[in-house]
Nanobody, 118 residues
Framework: QVQLRESGGGLVQAGGSLRLSCAAS????????WGWYRQTPGKQRELVAG???????NYADSVKGRFTISRDNAKITAYLQMNSLKPEDTAVYYC????????????WGQGIQVTVSS
């Protein structure tokens, strides 16, 4: 079983930056496919950024050019660098992983709050 734990969230002013981390633990030696999602009250969870099985990255249009997903295979950790933050980026952010290559995100973190003040 794989556990994911997010860190790095908090309160930041518009225009600022935050870096989220997602560390994996448990019976796992590597993870290639990661994703970052976010959710606000009353809305569906949306994919913000992710790695595909081919190693490429994809981003929601709303964050392109501002957010960057990365990973450290040695640490089995994914990151989401968020720059030029806007109030509309306020949400609970979740990391997700496909640790055994099922083609779906079968492992999820507990979520972490990001609040951007105007």
């Amino acid at each position: 079983q794989v556990q994911l734990r997010e860190s790095g969230g908090g309160l930041v002013q518009a225009g600022g930056s935050l870096r989220l981390s997602c560390a994996a633990s448990g019976s796992i030696s590597s993870i290639d496919i990661w994703g970052w999602y976010r959710q606000t009250p009353g809305k569906q969870r949306e994919l913000v950024a992710g790695f595909t099985r081919y190693g490429s990255t994809n981003y929601a249009d709303s964050v392109k050019g501002r957010f960057t997903i990365s990973r450290d295979n040695a640490k089995i950790t994914a990151y989401l660098q968020m720059n030029s933050l806007k109030p509309e980026d306020t949400a609970v952010y979740y990391c997700a992983a496909d640790p055994i290559g099922l083609g779906i995100f079968s492992s999820w973190g507990q979520g972490i709050q990001v609040t951007v003040s105007s």
